[in-house]
């Protein structure tokens, strides 16, 4: 059993590997950092010793009391199956203490998304307006439906990732892996309309008017202020718009596999869920229109 007094020697270890092996993003070896230490936190407020199955369970006893919700209490246990699954795979602990231990059920949210109505009319709306901060807003829409760029992907863009004569962009994605996405011709112009205004080189796509790179939370916040204006869904994220192109390209035929590649997906199981969301739209149609439902 691993004993509690050199949990955090060999935590440092594990977020190396994660850093220089498994080349994971810097907030998820964050999380997988706050998840374990907390673990520890909590076996040395108890005067736990070991880390074994009995004290995993104390510790999700008290996630629960603490009213956590189970998905984060999922995320909190994927973390310590990876730690765990590092010490077991470089022989530091003989047994695994949390291989006995399942996630707790939790009921899957289906991702909301926008209507296209919904989102022509956040377009219309921004293709009025021609001043430098509406053509920035509307580049940024246009990455994150456009090409279904998650928010992260869209602050770290440069403008030598894009090629407009091939009609692609090169962006790099979760654990630093680069993968090619599509441009549609409205979203060229809008791109272009945007470089005009700011002046082309090799830098970063979207600065600030200091000229620093823009971060999520500014996009975040232009993303919710706009949204609000023309729909009432109840997550007005970045995410959103990305949850939203995936959602209307399964809808007008679009494979599967094509979507996963886009988004960036690891695994298909992920970008599944939207077929999910698909059949519950045509479950809709069914009953307000089928004379039998």
Same mark, same amino acid.
């Given at each position: 059993?691993?004993?509690?007094?050199?949990?955090?020697?060999?935590?440092?270890?594990?977020?190396?590997?994660?850093?220089?092996?498994?080349?994971?993003?810097?907030?998820?070896?964050?999380?997988?950092?706050?998840?374990?230490?907390?673990?520890?936190?909590?076996?040395?407020?108890?005067?736990?010793?070991?880390?074994?199955?009995?004290?995993?369970?104390?510790?999700?006893?008290?996630?629960?009391?603490?009213?956590?919700?189970?998905?984060?209490?999922? #995320? %909190? !246990?994927?973390?310590?199956?990876?730690?765990?699954?590092?010490? #077991?795979?470089?022989?530091?602990?003989?047994?695994?203490?949390?291989?006995?231990?399942?996630?707790?059920? *939790?009921?899957?949210?289906?991702?909301?998304? !926008?209507?296209?109505?919904?989102?022509? *009319?956040?377009?219309? /709306? !921004?293709?009025?307006? /021609?001043?430098?901060?509406?053509?920035?807003?509307?580049?940024?829409?246009?990455?994150?439906?456009?090409?279904?760029?998650?928010?992260?992907?869209?602050?770290?863009?440069?403008?030598?990732?894009?090629?407009?004569?091939?009609?692609?962009?090169?962006?790099?994605?979760?654990?630093?892996?680069? #993968?090619?996405?599509?441009?549609?011709? @409205?979203?060229?112009?809008?791109?272009?309309?945007?470089?005009?205004?700011?002046?082309?080189?090799?830098?970063?796509?979207?600065?600030?008017?200091?000229?620093?790179?823009?971060?999520?939370?500014?996009?975040?916040?232009?993303? @919710?202020?706009?949204?609000?204006?023309?729909?009432?869904?109840?997550?007005?994220?970045?995410?959103?718009? #990305?949850?939203?192109?995936?959602?209307?390209?399964?809808?007008?035929?679009?494979?599967?596999?094509?979507?996963?590649?886009?988004?960036?997906? *690891? /695994?298909?199981?992920?970008?599944?869920?939207?077929?999910?969301?698909?059949?519950? %739209? !045509?479950?809709?149609?069914?009953?307000?229109?089928?004379?039998?439902?």
């Amino acid at each position: 059993m691993l004993l509690i007094k050199a949990s955090e020697k060999y935590l440092n270890q594990f977020l190396i590997y994660l850093n220089g092996v498994r080349r994971n993003s810097p907030n998820t070896i964050k999380a997988y950092r706050t998840d374990v230490l907390q673990f520890i936190e909590f076996c040395r407020e108890r005067e736990i010793k070991e880390a074994s199955p009995v004290a995993i369970k104390k510790f999700l006893m008290k996630l629960n009391e603490d009213k956590l919700d189970k998905r984060s209490i999922s #995320r %909190k !246990l994927s973390s310590l199956r990876h730690f765990f699954k590092f010490l #077991r795979a470089n022989s530091i602990i003989e047994l695994n203490p949390i291989s006995s231990i399942h996630n707790p059920k *939790e009921i899957k949210k289906l991702p909301e998304h !926008l209507s296209v109505k919904e989102l022509q *009319e956040i377009f219309d /709306n !921004l293709e009025k307006q /021609n001043d430098r901060q509406s053509l920035m807003t509307l580049a940024i829409f246009d990455l994150l439906y456009g090409c279904a760029l998650r928010v992260s992907e869209v602050c770290s863009l440069r403008i030598s990732d894009l090629d407009f004569n091939q009609k692609v962009a090169r962006v790099l994605g979760k654990g630093s892996k680069q #993968r090619i996405v599509p441009i549609g011709e @409205k979203t060229i112009s809008s791109l272009k309309k945007y470089l005009k205004s700011i002046g082309y080189d090799e830098n970063l796509f979207f600065r600030t008017k200091r000229g620093n790179k823009i971060y999520p939370e500014f996009v975040e916040r232009l993303v @919710k202020k706009h949204i609000a204006q023309f729909s009432d869904v109840k997550k007005k994220s970045p995410h959103t718009l #990305r949850h939203s192109a995936a959602t209307h390209m399964l809808d007008r035929g679009a494979d599967l596999l094509a979507i996963k590649e886009i988004l960036g997906h *690891e /695994n298909l199981s992920t970008t599944q869920i939207y077929t999910h969301v698909s059949v519950e %739209k !045509l479950k809709r149609t069914y009953k307000t229109s089928h004379p039998k439902s």
